[in-house]
């Protein structure tokens, strides 16, 4: 590998093949119809490395079995058969023919990865429709009303 590519960046992954991304299965979802057609997925964050993790979406609800095992677990896991977002820079879809193996990694598993929280200024720089994670207080704030005595005049 090159000075210029990711430490995570396997050099399939740089040459625009099938990257197979490996690490810890966080924030799994339950299986969800899409609101535009009747077709079943499920989504999870997995964390690559000790700080950064990418968005999986997975069409083949028969696997979610599978990694609920490693997110149960907190094990790590590597997924064969995956392509990469063209619109959607660490987001990634499994195919049906993928294939999912342990794993071992050079990271630990890492709560805080899941919550990844932005800030205000993360959120206004993101691109349209990406997903962020906030953590805002809604509050009212209304005007403070003073009321003077008057002085009157005789």
């Known amino acids: 590998m090159d000075a210029t590519s990711s430490k995570n960046e396997s050099p399939s992954h740089k040459a625009g093949k099938d990257p197979h991304p490996e690490g810890y299965v966080h924030t799994l979802s339950p299986i969800q119809s899409s609101s535009k ?3 079943k997925y499920f989504d999870f964050k997995l964390q690559t490395s000790d700080e950064e993790s990418v968005r999986m979406v997975c069409y083949s609800p028969e696997k979610r079995m599978k ?3 490693h997110f149960k677990n907190k094990s790590p896991v590597k997924i064969q058969g995956t392509k990469r ?4 820079e660490n987001e990634y879809s499994i195919s049906k023919a993928a294939t ?3 794993s071992t990694v050079a990271f630990s598993y890492n709560d805080i990865v ?3 929280l932005s800030t205000v200024q993360e959120c206004l ?9 906030v953590e ?9 009303t003073c009321y003077l005595p008057r002085q009157n005049k005789v």
């Open 125 to 133: 720089d993101a691109r349209l429709y990406d997903k962020v994670d």
């Open 114 to 116: 899941a919550s990844r």
């Open 37 to 39: 057609s009747s077709i």
């Open 100 to 102: 999912i193996a342990p």
């Open 85 to 88: 977002s063209r619109t959607k």
């Open 136 to 144: 805002a207080r809604a509050f009212e704030i209304r005007e403070k």
């Open 67 to 69: 990694l609920q095992q």
